[in-house]
């Protein structure tokens, strides 16, 4: 069973139907399941969400100093950090929005061990502005956050698709699912689980990675209660 779990959200999540934006009907049903998973249960929830539903820098940015396309992106994920929060304390789950990027009006100021104090009193933390520095990924934010606050797992949250596979199984009925595979075959394979400084910071740390659905009934509170869900990576 776990008792501290790091939970990344791609911004798409809050998104209306055409995933752009913030759609509060969608982030309220959002935060309702994460409010409900982990109610009553012993589970610090840290969670690192995206901003791809206002920016990609990749995209968004063409033509544009690729470090300010990047600082545009952590905005948006502070944006995205206040909206979650928002609903799941009117959810009724306490809740700090923590940003690399200093911000003081909106949110705090990202320090581990006040991070790790509101995970020990209960509340969820939403880290928002990326690790404070361009040309990294929030999944590398996410790989990072997890390892600086002690988290078991790294639950990566997908929209319809229950895990990893070795074709993108909306385009191929054939494609293959993997119950189990280690960080060296996610980077052989060249599997799209998260970038490869992610995925390689997470081999040389042994930290487990779960790819799973997080509509799925019960997928959330089978993961907290330690059982198989999704495909799990990790190295022996």
């Known amino acids: 069973m776990f008792k501290r779990v790091l939970l990344k959200l791609s911004g798409e999540f809050l998104a209306d139907e055409n995933g752009f934006g913030i759609s509060p009907d969608t982030t309220a049903r959002l935060a309702q399941l994460l409010t409900g998973a982990i109610a009553g249960k012993e589970i610090e929830l840290a969670i ?13 940015g063409a033509g544009m100093d690729a470090a300010t396309a990047d600082y545009i992106g952590m905005l948006g994920t502070v944006m995205n950090a206040m909206a979650l929060q928002d609903a799941m304390e009117t959810a009724g789950q306490p809740t700090r929005v923590m940003s690399a990027i200093h911000m003081a009006a909106v949110a705090e100021p990202y320090i581990r061990r006040r991070a790790m104090r509101h995970l020990e009193k209960g509340r969820v933390v939403i880290f928002g502005g990326g690790n404070g520095a361009p040309f990294f990924t929030t999944d590398t934010t ?28 909306r385009k191929n009925p054939d494609a293959k699912r993997y119950d189990t595979l280690t960080h060296l ?11 490869a400084t992610a995925i390689t910071l997470c081999m040389d740390k042994g930290l487990p990675i779960v790819v799973f659905d997080l509509f799925e009934q019960g997928n959330l509170e ?15």
């Open 48 to 60: 690192v969400i995206g901003g791809g539903n206002f920016w990609r820098g990749a995209r968004n």
């Open 222 to 236: 089978r993961l907290f209660a330690g059982e198989r869900v999704g495909t799990l990576i990790q190295t022996p």
């Open 185 to 195: 075959d996610v980077v052989d394979q060249r599997l799209e689980v998260m970038d």
């Open 142 to 169: 996410s790989t990072l956050r997890a390892l600086e606050i002690g988290a078991e797992v790294v639950l990566m949250a997908k929209n319809k698709v229950d895990g990893v596979y070795d074709s993108d199984p």
